[in-house]
């Protein structure tokens, strides 16, 4: 998970796209995101996969499937549904009791404001860079879920 966290991270920079939230499950990964600024979500994804499949294959055949599920999304309402539902599954899978209680997810971040590893994009990164330049809260986005 930890591979997965710092990976991740990279690839938002070096791809320069918002994280809206994830999720790591034991088994997958849910994903909702903006779309690059450079390059594809697809290539930002099999530049995840590739990057963390090389630390974390031990000896399999694959780490990682080779297709992922895109779904579009087009407004506040599904976004923050999306965002429910990622945040949720950790509870759902009998992992924790309550979504605040996954350390693997964007959940507290969303609850506390905490920052971690991934830079979430929600209204508290969106205030503290308001703070920095006192403008805006910057473009709009329009997140892409991948799963």
């Known amino acids: 998970m930890e591979i997965l966290e710092t990976t991740l991270e990279r690839v938002r920079r070096d791809h320069n796209f918002y994280i809206n939230g994830y999720v790591f499950m034991p088994e997958h ?10 390059g594809t979500v697809a290539e930002a994804v099999s530049t995840l996969k590739g990057s963390t499949s090389k630390k974390l294959i031990q000896g399999r055949s694959r780490f990682w499937l080779p297709r992922y599920h895109d779904f579009n999304v087009f407004s ?72």
């Not at 990964?29 to 450079?38: A, D, F, I, K, T």
């Open 29 to 38: 990964v849910h994903l909702l995101m903006s779309e690059p600024m450079n």
């Open 76 to 147: 506040a309402k599904k976004c923050q549904e999306k965002i429910n539902y990622m945040h949720e599954n950790p509870v759902v899978r009998g992992l924790v009791a309550r979504p605040e209680d996954y350390r693997w997810s964007s959940c507290r971040h969303y609850m506390f404001g905490e920052r971690g590893v991934i830079e979430i994009e929600s209204q508290w990164t969106a205030r503290l860079r308001e703070g920095r330049s006192g403008g805006s809260a910057g473009p709009p986005i329009a997140p892409k879920a991948a799963r």
